[in-house]
């Protein structure tokens, strides 16, 4: 199975940046699209950016302009610059992965999910 290790959360200013960092680890043939979502309280789950195994970039509108995301498939890891930050972006930020696994004696395709790293942006 696949791990997913996010590390880079924390307190931080409006205004102000953070970078999140996603290691993928594990039993896999390869991992397709990386991405995050993130859960602020009281609200549902939703995708921040996600970034294919070519580079191909998707961003939820309320990010745009102000968090890139990119990735090293030699290292496994992926990687959500977060500049501009605004109290609205405090949350619990999920790293996610579309991998190969094997599986039941063959290769499985499968979604897989960090435990998640706290978000605060507070004055």
């Known amino acids: 199975q696949v791990q997913l290790v996010e590390s880079g959360g924390g307190l931080v200013q409006p205004g102000g940046s953070l970078r999140l960092s996603c290691a993928a680890s594990g039993s896999l043939f390869n991992i397709g699209d990386m991405g995050w979502h993130r859960q602020a309280p009281g609200k549902e789950r939703e995708l921040v950016a996600r970034i294919s195994s070519i580079g191909h970039t998707d961003y939820a509108d309320n990010v745009k302009g102000r ?8 290292k496994g890891t992926n990687y959500l610059q977060m500049n501009s930050l605004k109290p609205e972006d405090t949350a619990v930020y999920y790293c996610t992965a579309h991998a190969v696994v094997p599986r039941y004696g063959t290769a499985v395709e499968d979604d897989f999910w ?10």
Do not use: H, K, Y
Request: charged share 10%.
């Open 67 to 74: 968090f890139t995301i990119s990735r090293d498939n030699a």
């Open 114 to 123: 960090g435990q998640g790293t706290q978000v605060t942006v507070s004055s």
